[in-house]
């Protein structure tokens, strides 16, 4: 199986239409459906079902295609690794990024070191811990920006300098809109909006034996999606401070919950892993600026 013919399949597969992914590969009609019959027999598994103007993947083409994208990303990684190594001015890093205002920090870190690097080139990808930590696993992205504390038998890690306040955001015109802050008592049968993740790991330390009384309404894997479905007045989002508009004519307020409840954020990255030199480089500028915890380096 050839990184070739998995770049033609996902083409395929992204385009559903054999002629324009043919003209997007630069190659013949013909060229391409012998390639992906031959995939095919390799496999021994039917990837596409043909329509009259499109094609359609099977289940074994879904599956192919998520493992192909992973076998790309990672062949295009270790090319731009090996042909940054006699880069003296750049080369490649790649982030995955959860949701927090403290991503200002990492923001200004890569633009105090493309200063130095000028031929930096950064990639990145957002998502919750499970989508990152995948990624970092299979070798996709170089570091991880997490919003729970990593496994330190897995992985290695710098604190983020500050910490991500939890509350609630709240139509303006909401009653609770008038509170300092928001207790236990003011959730209980609220149609709360929250991410899975959140769910069951940060709101669980705050609200202890008092869950149980509390209402997911729906999740969402991005706060801003939340905040649009809480100006609708469908529910109460929680999530930290600062990722929401809440200014003067938002029409949202936030509202930090007491107690009050923090969740750290860390840098990550995997344990003995084998930097390029960019990458390498750019962790060494990290650990200088962040003020690290004792242990975790």
Known sequence: MEIKTLRYFLAVAREENMTRAAEILHVTQPTLSKQLKALEDELG?????????????????????????????????????????????????????????????????IRSFK???????????????????EKLDKGLLDFTVLAESPDPSKYEYVPFPDTDVWGLIIPADDKL???????????????????????????PRWAGERMRDLHLEGSFRLAFNGSMFTKEHLGYLLTFNRLIDTSENSGLVFRPLSPRLETNLYLVWKKYQAFSPIASRFLTQIKDSFQTVPGTL
């Open 45 to 109: 598994k039917k990837l596409f079902t043909r329509h009259s103007f499109s094609i359609r993947l099977t289940e074994e083409g879904i599956l192919l295609r998520n493992r192909a994208a992973d076998l790309i990303g990672m062949a295009d990684k270790i090319e731009q690794e090996f042909i940054s190594l006699d880069d003296l001015t750049g080369g490649d890093l790649y982030f995955g990024l959860a949701e927090s205002y403290q991503i200002q920090y990492l923001a200004r870190e």
């Open 177 to 203: 809109a008038k509170k300092k802050t928001i207790g236990i008592d003011d959730l209980v049968s609220l149609p709360l909006f929250c991410s899975d993740q959140s769910w069951e790991n940060d709101i």
């Open 115 to 133: 200063q130095n690097y000028p031929g930096l080139r950064y990639h990145i990808t957002s998502g919750d811990t499970e989508q990152v930590i």
